[in-house]
């Protein structure tokens, strides 16, 4: 029988089986951080439905051939996210899950902030904010110009949405008509220096995207049957216009002291929590 999750219907067994896969994302987000005792759990814990929804689901992708050419491409424009796409690439089997071990060590093909030559799966080096749109505009074009039928995914920040060159990017895919463009915003309301509303607030986002030509869809990013069913919607909408999804997501999503810990942006976490946090998660997944 189909599940129903806010007025969205989807088959019980995909939804279960994309559930089970972001638990795993999300175990594997903390396998990482405990090997520092720090680092951008809550981010990694916020985006895992959707990156489950991508890796185990939407993307066309061969992990024994990473540089397919017909592979779609998910560009991972805010590089700190590291964490969190590493932990999706090993549910993809993209390496072998024991590598998660070596999060961010020396000499480690798993370096803090995602790097394209030093990790399979990923496809670009990020870093600095802004950049990420831009390239997946580029990537996007020339696949066009090819004939290619791939499409292009580009994970944003919230905060990033701050950056100008986002916003110029967004103009140039519109220009171009580049609907094999799907970027996705992290929305979680929080970067460095606090509150991303507080910063410099985006909302209404929808209607910013909109503006500049785009498709606009926003969703509970937490709920994997509203994000599978709007990717898939978006990915299929006959309109020559690129096209974005809006995730509001909850940081540190599944384990509820660190949901609610000030300051989410980057964390420590103390080494008898790691268990703790390990069997909430567990607990928060069987609910």
Known sequence: MPSTTEGVVVDAERLQRLKEAAYRIRTNALV???????????????????????YTDQLRLRPEDPEW???????????????????????????????LETYATDDSRLP??????????VEISGGSLGHGLTIANGVALGLKRKANPAFVYNILSDGELNEGSTWEAAAVAAHHRLDNLIAIVDFNDQQ????????????????KFASFGWIARRVDG????????????LRTVDAAQPRVLIADTKLGKGVDFLENREKLHFMT??????????DRLKESSQS
Request: with cysteine.
């Open 32 to 54: 990482q951080g405990e090997v520092q005792g720090q680092g951008y759990i809550g981010q990694a814990l916020d985006i895992a439905d959707v990156l489950a929804v991508l």
């Open 69 to 99: 050419e017909d592979r779609d491409r998910c560009l991972l424009s805010i590089g700190h996210y590291a964490i969190a796409l590493y932990a999706a690439l090993a549910e993809a089997k993209f390496f072998p899950l024991e590598e």
């Open 112 to 121: 803090m902030s995602a790097m394209a030559s030093y990790t399979p799966g």
């Open 192 to 207: 460095a220096d606090g509150k991303s509303s507080q910063m410099l607030g985006m909302d209404p986002v929808e209607a």
């Open 222 to 233: 937490n709920d994997i049957a509203t994000v599978l069913t709007t990717l898939e919607d």
């Open 269 to 278: 976490v103390a080494p008898e929590e790691w268990t703790m946090a390990h």
